[in-house]
């Protein structure tokens, strides 16, 4: 399995983000994801947190042996309507750690601060204007269908990869009470989607067939809106074995996202 398998899965379950009948463990599971991705949608804002343990292998271009990432870490709050981000973000990478933010306030531009060996010294946001990004934050949301057209194309996506996806029943949870929904991903499914994201040189793919990727996702009861996604990815060849987790809270909250202060700000390279 390549590495870009594990930044697929984790790419996956953020795309996930995308009425309140009581859910069980004789729910449809497709039906439950469906309503619940139906739910979120419609958030104005939500906080969120993302974590990563374990190692990870990124190939030649980083040395060829598992990194220890213990500790990774991305935190912020996203306004879907107005559209805005801001986050904060540390990365130890084995001897190297990468620390930043990123502000996205909807003005045509992202600002970026980094701390990495190379980078700027000076303590300043780098103004990057949206056109010389390869991420589309500012892409207006696909329009939403309803949880029957939801399903039928989640159930269909299920399908065609070769996916499993079950429901677990009600576990407790940072809302308070979540239907569990368990996905079994097999990571050739996922292989492809962003290796173009990754550096040159990744890994060799292992000789046997590497194991389906499991990912857990939580769906509040009350509010149907997704609570948290998880899943862990493990590589015995490359060395990777790795747990990342996204958390989303405080939905529906005002917030506020201005570009930082022009004192601050500099058009320099950011590298």
């Not at 953020?14 to 739910?39: F, H, R, Y």
């Not at 003005?107 to 204007?129: C, E, F, N, Q, T």
């Not at 056109?131 to 269909?156: E, K, R, T, W």
Request: aromatic share 4%; charged share 10%; net charge negative.
């Amino acid at each position: 399995m390549r590495t870009r398998s594990l930044l697929a899965a984790s790419l996956s379950g953020v795309l996930l983000l995308g009425a309140s009948a009581a859910v069980s463990a004789q729910d449809d599971p497709t039906q439950v994801l469906a309503q619940s991705l139906t739910a979120t949608s419609t958030a104005t804002s939500f906080h969120f947190l993302a974590t990563a343990d374990g190692t990870v292998n990124l190939g030649s271009s980083f040395g060829g042996a598992p990194l220890p990432i213990t500790g990774t870490k991305a935190e912020g709050d996203v306004s879907v309507n107005p559209q805005g981000v801001q986050l904060t973000f540390n990365v130890p990478l084995g001897p190297m750690s990468l620390s930043g933010g990123l502000i996205y306030p909807n003005d045509g531009s992202a600002y970026v601060k980094l701390a990495l060996p190379g980078a700027s010294a000076a303590d300043l946001w780098h103004k990057i204007p949206m056109d010389n990004l390869p991420l589309n934050i500012g892409a207006s949301p696909a329009p939403g269908g309803s949880p029957v057209d939801m399903a039928s194309q989640i159930q269909a996506a299920v399908t065609q990869s070769g996916a499993v996806l079950t429901n677990d029943g009600d576990v407790p949870c940072t809302a308070g009470t979540c239907t569990k929904l368990h996905l079994e991903v097999p990571s050739a499914a996922l292989d492809s989607t962003i290796g173009s994201m990754l550096p040159n040189g990744s890994p060799a793919p292992s000789a046997a067939a590497p194991a389906p990727i499991p990912v857990d996702i939580l769906v509040d009861n009350a509010t149907h809106y997704i609570d948290s996604i998880s899943a862990h990815v493990v590589d015995g060849t490359s060395g990777t074995d790795l747990t990342i987790t996204i958390t989303l809270s405080a939905f529906n909250q005002p917030v506020t996202i201005t570009a930082p202060p022009a004192d601050q700000v500099t058009d320099a390279p950011l590298m």
